[in-house]
């Protein structure tokens, strides 16, 4: 049974950090392509970030490059530094694993983490 638990979310003010992350069991996960998804009150899921977990390659949404990190360490943990965060950050993040390398849609996803409040104050 896989299973994706995300840590690391709180409140900080605008220009803090958080590093979230993601611990992944259940399945050898080498084939897989792992992502963090965002979502904010009323409205959809978004894209943003992604890491190919054979090779490390990344993918970040225009609204994060620069500012996210996403990484993996070899104990299947997956994980989103996030830096200069604004208010509009404020969301649940999840984390999610799926078979297409760089994936942007939910869809595109078949396993997904319970998610984890991020709130950013201004």
């Known amino acids: 049974q896989v299973q994706l638990v995300e840590s690391g979310g709180g409140l900080v003010q605008a220009g803090g950090s958080l590093r979230l992350s993601c611990a992944a069991s259940?399945?050898?996960?080498?084939?897989?392509?792992m992502g963090w998804f965002r979502q904010a009150p009323g409205k959809e899921r978004e894209f943003a970030a992604s890491i190919k977990w054979s090779g490390r390659s990344t993918y970040y949404a225009d609204s994060v490059r620069g500012r996210f990190t996403i990484s993996r360490d070899n104990a299947n943990t997956v994980y989103l530094q996030m830096n200069s965060l604004k208010p509009e950050d404020t969301a649940v993040y999840y984390c999610?694993?799926?078979?297409?390398?760089?994936?942007?849609?939910?869809?595109?996803?078949?396993?997904w983490g319970q998610g984890t409040q991020v709130t950013v104050s201004s």
């Open positions: 259940g399945r050898t996960f080498s084939d897989y392509a």
């Open positions: 999610a694993a799926g078979s297409q390398t760089h994936a942007t849609h939910v869809a595109q996803y078949d396993y």
